[in-house]
């Protein structure tokens, strides 16, 4: 087994990229995005998202049934209600998060990334009416989602 290429036979047969800055360091999201949406308005943040992702160019790296699709979205919410400064329901029903290992079965690119990235702009933009999020926290989130998204890259251009 080639260690910097632990999936060989990914769609593409394409070496896996890692970029060259590391995992992000960023600011942590402000506990306070918890502590008004709280685990429901979580959930249904991540539900819309993923019914946009399930609609978007990159849909294809996410279930196709509609019950899969919010069942990985519920997952999601799970790890982001930890990083909204929730309890650890991820790792309580999961085990460690390693996102960029679970994600490395997938060819994320830019333009996959970039397409991600405005699915949940698109649903962060709504979520101060929709989902409770403090308006104020908005920014914050962005930041901390636009920073972590470039270490799920693993694919160059």
């Known amino acids: 087994m080639d ?79 930890f990083l909204f400064g929730g309890p650890h329901l991820y790792q309580q029903r999961y085990g460690r998060p390693m996102m960029r290992a679970r994600h490395l079965p997938f060819i994320i690119d830019e333009p996959a990334r970039q397409e991600w990235l405005r699915c949940y702009r698109e649903t962060l933009d709504e979520a101060p009416e929709k989902y409770a999020m403090p308006q104020e926290h908005v920014e914050a989130v962005w930041k901390f989602v636009y920073d972590f998204s470039s270490w799920m890259v693993n694919a160059a251009d």
């Open 3 to 81: 260690i910097l290429n632990a999936y060989p036979d990914r769609p593409g047969d394409r070496p896996i990229y890692t970029p060259p800055h590391g995992p992000p360091q960023t600011d942590r999201i402000p506990k306070e995005v918890y502590e008004t949406m709280r685990e429901d308005n979580i959930r249904l943040f991540f539900h819309a998202f993923y019914k946009r992702l399930g609609q978007s160019s990159v849909a294809h790296m996410f279930p196709k049934s509609e019950k899969n699709l919010l069942r990985a979205a519920d997952k999601s919410a799970a790890m982001f209600t």
